[in-house]
């Protein structure tokens, strides 16, 4: 009697945490399922008035200017460089905006200061809606280095 008494003590033993345990399992079960339809409903709701934003590319044009208008904020190159092969040897004008950033020759410059004939970098991003010019590195073409005098070499001694 004693063996059957330990054996069922040893046997409710055993089940009662697996049954205690599947209880607990099957509670966290319902609650997750109740909280991934709460979630899933809430993506949903998101879905129809989420902001979609624009892709942007941020786009550089090499080239060299043949007109700029200060008073229209435009400026007109001819593209020899860039990533559109389509757009070489093409002529292309652009707005520029004030907030810009232009550069010539190594200095802080403005619009009006750049001049037909100048290589230009125009740097822009791009969007589906607009170009967007942000920043533009001239660089004069007909400057030239200092002239220093010639100098003659000196005799060589013979001997």
């Known amino acids: 009697m004693k063996h059957r008494s330990a054996a069922l003590a040893l046997a409710v033993a055993l089940v009662l945490p697996v049954a ?4 607990a399992s099957a509670a966290t079960l319902t609650h997750s399922a109740a909280g991934k339809s709460d979630h899933d409903k809430h993506s949903e709701d998101a879905k129809p008035g989420k902001d979609k934003r624009e892709k942007v590319k941020n786009v550089v044009y090499a080239g060299t200017v043949s007109a700029v208008d200060a008073d229209a904020a435009t400026l007109t190159f001819t593209v020899r460089g860039g990533r559109d092969k389509k757009l070489r040897n093409t002529s292309l004008t652009l707005s520029v ?3 810009a950033t232009i550069i010539r020759d190594g200095q802080s410059s403005t619009l009006a200061e750049i ?3 100048d290589r230009v970098s125009v740097h822009t991003r791009q969007t589906t809606s607009a170009t967007v010019v942000t920043r533009i590195i001239a660089r004069d073409t007909t400057a030239t280095a200092p002239e220093t005098e010639p100098t003659t070499p000196a005799p060589t001694p013979t001997a």
């Open 20 to 23: 205690g345990a599947t209880v």
């Open 97 to 99: 905006p004030a907030g």
């Open 115 to 117: 001049q037909a004939g």
